[in-house]
């Protein structure tokens, strides 16, 4: 590790042109504190939680000049004892990204390599920054940016688990074989809009024991606006397509409001419909509404009983939300509610559930220690129905909670630019 610091330093001061650069070199440290007591799931009848502490560390190496950026993170995931005391080997360092930005142009530019892809609300692309490993993607983006109100991505993935010399059936260890995408964004004035096309290919082993990909696309819009206090959003997203030789039918739908109330009070409501499958439905078509590559756990509550590797293929979702949150200098607040109902219908039996899921609440605080230091704490409470017990499992009566304390250290450890 050593050796990567002395060589990204020594790019700093040495270029046979002498051509205006900048490094920069961070550093986090993100230690969080959890008790699991029924998350993601309702927690079984006289079942104890768990209590642990996970850490995120990293190391971001940035270096740009007029014709390049590079971008590398080292990261280090792991749980608090998950290694010997005197262990002499550590599994856990990966690379979170490495990539590299051609500079063609003021306008144009092309990124190559393992990288984050994020974009608008993160619903379809997210960084899923709250997994201490998050979420990168070996990928290449064409970036077209003619102004500063208009902007163009088309990207493209293929993936292979090895250099093998053969056509080998892919894992899709990174939930996909390959991906096509284009993302385009514009600003109107007090209105913003965006809009995706995304091509996604599943490879599997058919019927023949031909290797085959299936592509599904996800296509739709999301709109902006903003005036004075108020702000608002909505997004329609629709799924098409074939998956594992499945054909793909599903919507989601959302919207958003939000009103300034003071320089120190907000105020939101929020919906979401994710389209779901029946559960007395043999057909075996897919109507189930993915969001894919999304940082789930900012939407459907932070408990993560939705979409967060789970509630796939199901029954789909509604959800409503409102949010009060407070800042006044160094000291956030914020209490987020959410009321759940089934999208599609639940059975217990031959017996059609109620489709009321249950609510939960949100709660989270926060301070600002310092320019580098941050600390957070939330606790949820989910408060289910029968129907939840029949999609989950586990016990709706028993106390179904979750608390965390979270400590955030991101110091700039250099930053110089040679002119």
Known sequence: MKKIIYIVILIAFISPNLIAQTLDLSAEVRPRYENKHGYKSLIGTDVDGSNFISQRTRLNFGFKNEKLKLGVSVQNVRVWGDVSTLSSDDNAIAFHEAWAEAI????????????EIVYDDHRIFGSVGWAQQARSHDAFIFKYNPNNKNRLDVGFALNADSQSGTDNLYSNA??????????????FDKFGLSFLLLNTGVEYENTDMDQTVDYSQTIGPRVTYKEGKFNANAAAYFQTGKTLNTDVSTSYFAGNLGYKVNDNFNVGLGMEHLSGKDQD??????????????????????MDYFYVGNHGGSVGLNDISATIAYKKDKFTAKIIPHFFSAAADVYDGATKMNANLGTEVDLTIGYKISKSISLNAGFSKMFATDSMEILKGGDKDENNSWSWIQFTFKPNLLSHTIE
Do not use: M
């Open 104 to 115: 063609l142009s003021k306008k144009v530019s092309l990124k190559l390599g393992r990288q």
């Open 174 to 187: 990174a939930g996909y074989k390959s991906f096509q995408y284009a993302w385009y964004h514009g600003d």
């Open 281 to 302: 439905d043999v057909s075996g078509d897919i109507k189930s509404f993915a969001p894919l590559f999304g940082t789930n756990h900012k939407f459907n509550g932070w």
